[in-house]
Antibody
């Protein structure tokens, strides 16, 4: 069974930093593109970032480009999101997500974690 | 404002069929056959229901079907059941610059 378990969320002040982690199990982690998707309270889903299986290809939404950094450690079956210069509008539940990829394109999100809440507030 | 446009809400009675639309542009929905749909119940993580416009993952009921015409994709749920009441989101690949875009979500109410 595929399991994705996020951690690292919490309350942080504007301008602060936070590092999210995602522990993966139940599949060959090193074979899959991984993504972060967020959902602000009461709002819809927003794709944040994607990293290919070997970390060769990395993409970011414009809203987080230059502030967030996605990374992975295939030896530890783990995905990370380093979030700097946090803003109130970054407040959301952040989901770790396993992607289906075809020709280097993310075609669907196969599995989602339960999410970790990040609150940016003074 | 979301990149893909969905109706805010739809409703139907048990046993009926409903369709949720998802309108994008030639740069996303219309340009690629990589539209997916997700179901999300309150307080839960989303679940993949349709991928590649019309394919169903293993375990998803055949009451769920997807299609696309031009820049608009659609999710149809036939034989509505109470447990289908949830939020539904469409998603599309949008090229190497934007990469992935979601719709704003549609709340389905089963009357």
């Amino acid at each position: 069974e595929v399991q994705l378990v996020e951690s690292g969320g919490g309350l942080v002040k504007p301008g602060g930093s936070l590092r999210l982690s995602c522990a993966a199990s139940g599949f060959t982690f090193s074979s899959y593109s991984m993504n972060w998707v967020r959902q602000a309270p009461g709002k819809g889903l927003e794709w944040v970032s994607s990293i290919s299986s070997s970390s060769s290809y990395i993409y970011y939404a414009d809203s987080v480009k230059g502030r967030f950094t996605i990374s992975r450690d295939n030896a530890k079956n783990s995905l990370y999101l380093q979030m700097n210069s946090l803003r109130a509008e970054d407040t959301a539940v952040y989901y770790c997500a396993r992607a289906r990829v075809e020709f280097s394109v993310v075609t669907a999100i196969l599995n989602w974690g339960q999410g970790t809440l990040v609150t940016v507030s003074s | 404002q979301s990149a893909l446009t969905q109706p805010a809400s739809v409703s139907g009675s048990p046993g009926q069929s409903i369709t949720i639309s998802c309108t994008g542009t030639s740069s996303d929905v219309g340009g690629y056959n990589y539209v997916s749909w997700y179901q999300q119940h309150p307080g839960k993580a989303p679940k993949l229901m349709i991928y590649d416009v019309s394919k169903r993952p293993s375990g998803v009921s055949n009451r769920f079907s997807g299609s696309k015409s031009g820049n608009t994709a659609s999710l149809t749920i036939s034989g509505l059941q109470a447990e289908d009441e949830a939020d539904y989101y469409c998603c599309s690949y949008a090229g190497s610059s934007t990469f992935v875009v979601f719709g704003g979500g549609t709340k389905l109410t089963v009357l």
